[in-house]
């Protein structure tokens, strides 16, 4: 069965600094993965997805992630944090069905 | 371009009653899916429709139930409602069946059970 990690609930940078969530993923073939974000009180929206080729993949916000098979990893990155980035993030996993498998989310918050 | 939208936004209702949910996709969008998102359990997935029948079904018990018609608008009903039902239950709508491509959520209904 496929599932997915998200490594730390709850994750503290300053504004300018390095944003690194962490997802770990199990599937028993290539999955399809994804970022989403959610702000306050408003639904999920799409940040980026890895389907198939490129394994580093550029979203939306100057967020990226890199698709690691080897480490089963898709972690997002963001090389400096701004205060608009304060959200929860999921990761999520799919095999081409009908449902996403969402992590348990990590909340980031940004510090002046 | 209209995005996906649920109504109502909020309700509070009390244990045993039954309450129904309303998404809207987005025009042109033919697959609809439910979530049920919560502090303790995350985001579940509840149920998946397209072309007005289910295709998919979450671990929820049968008292959740949903429907979609023929213009993609979908409903989902929860019978004898239960404390732990209290959730923000998210709509999602995409052009087609299977997830390779991107869910367009809703901004959810956030249900309160007294």
């Known amino acids: 069965a496929q599932s997915v990690t998200q490594l730390g609930s709850h994750v503290s940078v300053s504004e300018g600094a390095l944003v690194l969530l962490r997802c770990n993923y199990s599937?028993?073939?290539?999955?399809?993965l994804f970022w989403y974000v959610q702000y306050p009180n408003q639904g999920l929206q799409l940040l980026l997805k890895?389907?198939?080729?490129?394994?580093l993949v550029k979203g939306i916000n100057g967020f990226e992630a890199e698709f690691k098979k080897s480490e089963t990893s898709f972690h997002l990155t963001k090389p400096s944090a701004h205060m608009s980035d304060a959200a929860e993030y999921f990761c999520?996993?799919?095999?081409?069905?009908?449902?996403?498998?969402f992590g348990t989310g990590t909340r980031l918050q940004v510090f002046p | 371009k209209a995005g996906v939208t649920q109504t109502p936004r909020y309700l509070i209702k009390t244990r045993g009653q039954q309450v129904t949910l309303s998404c809207s996709p987005i025009?042109?969008?033919?697959?609809v899916s439910w979530y049920q998102q919560t502090p303790g359990q995350g985001l579940q997935f509840l149920f998946e429709?397209?072309?007005?029948?289910?295709?998919n079904k979450g671990n929820f018990p049968g008292r959740f139930s949903g429907r979609q018609f023929s213009n993609s608008r979908s409903e989902m009903n929860v019978s004898t409602l239960e404390l732990g039902d209290s959730a923000l239950y998210l709509c999602?709508?995409?052009?087609?069946?299977?997830?390779?491509?991107?869910?367009?959520f809703g901004e959810g209904s956030r249900l309160t059970v007294l």
């Open positions: 999520a996993v799919s095999l081409n069905t009908d449902k996403l498998i």
């Open positions: 429709y397209f072309s007005e029948t289910q295709r």
């Open positions: 599937s028993s073939v290539p999955p399809y």
């Open positions: 890895y389907t198939t080729g490129a394994t």
């Open positions: 025009s042109g969008h033919r697959s």
């Open positions: 999602a709508s995409t052009r087609t069946s299977g997830n390779t491509g991107e869910l367009f």
